[in-house]
């Protein structure tokens, strides 16, 4: 059948293929230089919040090294210290097996483990210090946190593995019930503080409702117990060995998509970093921006977004705006949550942005947006802002839409600055 075209559909038409030409013309023939494959925004690859040198990585703020007097003026000597380039894994890895080699009593236990892991942060352990001392259990989570909590009560560290914070949900009432309140029970008669818990946690960009789920802010109440989350290898090894000598029970929560991604330069020998307190990577005096784990690098990126927008971000992003001084406080510790630092922050700056991967409500950020207010009512400028995940289930397609990126900060900062 044959059908006739108005004059008008005839031009839109020969617009369409003279744009069409000019496009692929403009792509074989251009001079411009193609756009990086991760694009010109910062990427945790290319943060600068990682420590790449040596003399960075020694000098990391916290930072206690075991074979030093702890009662000892600090020092900032890093004379005799060597590093040597891992990943996030890689850290985890070292960070356990001083931990063996160290202590004749702890034992690291877990689906798979003995193979190496599904994430390999125990790759060689078995062999290493024998299957006696590292090796498998069933596929049961309960059981595994109810086995650390006997090994705990007995004497020994017992560094347990749960493969999937998204699987953490069986071992709930272990965990909250039991080694959260054992100390208290038995009147300080017996405690749990040689259990500490590894678990991968947040998203992954296609996990989907099972393996990209933050669970940390489901533990707040749970006095009694710790709640870790790392940023980058040199954090992970210092506070997991800060996890496994605390004397209370730890869940710590390794980011998995950082296992291969972040790489620093880390210190080799045994070292530790604080529980309990937050760390600022940005010094700022406009805005706070609290978060942790991977969010990081997306609160990093969204701030170059803010002094630098790009050509289509321009309009939406006032010039007036673009020279404000934000402060990036990663909290490190989510339970218990460092007070202190966060409000005498929020104090400075007059505003607060948190971000987290979790969904928005009851996550961790209502907390702290909480305290924030009752502490700091008179010295806010603009309504605490909360950016987190949706509260829907982690979605099996566009897992990228789901979390908080470096645009929907990017808002929140904007909104919150001109409030």
């Not at 004397?247 to 045994?270: G, H, T």
């Amino acid at each position: 059948m044959h059908i006739l075209k108005s004059p008008s559909s005839l031009n839109a038409a020969r617009t369409l293929a003279s744009l069409n030409a000019s496009t692929t013309h403009r792509r074989f023939n251009s001079t411009l230089e193609p756009v990086p494959a991760g694009g010109h925004l910062p990427s945790i690859a290319t943060s600068k919040i990682l420590r790449t040198t040596r003399e960075t990585a020694l000098r990391t703020p916290g930072l206690t090294w075991s074979d030093e007097d702890a009662s000892a003026p600090s020092r900032t000597i890093v004379g005799g210290r060597e590093t040597r380039k891992m990943n996030t894994y890689q850290a985890i890895r070292d960070a356990m097996s001083i931990a063996l080699a160290k202590d004749e009593n702890a034992v690291v236990f877990g689906e798979d483990v003995a193979f190496g892991g599904v994430f390999r942060c125990t790759m060689g352990l078995a062999e290493e210090f024998g299957r006696e001392r590292v090796f498998n259990t069933p596929l049961t989570e309960q059981g595994i946190a109810g086995f650390g909590i006997g090994m705990a009560l007995m004497g020994h560290t017992a560094i347990a593995e749960i493969q999937f914070a998204d699987y953490i949900y069986p071992a709930f009432d272990q965990l909250v019930n039991e080694a959260a309140k054992i100390r208290y029970r038995s009147g300080g008669t017996y405690n749990v503080g040689g259990l500490t818990i590894r678990t991968p946690t947040m998203s992954v960009g296609h996990g989907g409702l099972y393996h990209s789920q933050s669970p940390e802010g489901f533990f707040m109440g749970a006095s009694g117990l710790k709640i870790v989350i790392p940023r980058s290898p040199i954090q992970a090894k210092g506070l997991l060995l800060g996890s496994i000598r605390d004397p209370n029970p730890v869940i710590f929560m390794e980011p998995k998509i950082l296992y291969r991604s972040a790489v620093e330069q880390v210190p080799v020998d045994d070292f530790e970093l604080p529980l309990g307190q937050a760390e600022t990577l940005v010094a700022g005096s406009d805005l706070t921006l609290l978060t942790w784990g991977t969010p990081v690098y997306h609160c990093e990126a969204a701030m170059h977004l803010l002094t630098s927008p790009p050509p289509e971000l321009e309009s939406v992003v006032p010039a007036s705006l673009r020279s404000a001084k934000i402060e990036l406080i990663d909290l490190r510790s989510i339970l218990p949550w460092d007070v202190e630092t966060i409000t005498e922050s929020v104090k400075r700056t007059g505003r607060l942005v948190i971000v987290h991967e979790a969904g928005l409500t009851a996550g961790v950020g209502a907390e702290i947006s909480a305290e924030v207010q009752k502490r700091c009512f008179l010295k806010l400028n603009a309504p605490v802002k909360r950016v987190a995940g949706w509260d829907t289930p982690v979605a099996l397609q566009y897992e990228k839409f789901h979390i908080p990126d470096a645009i929907r900060i990017l808002d929140a900062l904007v909104e919150t600055l001109a409030y």
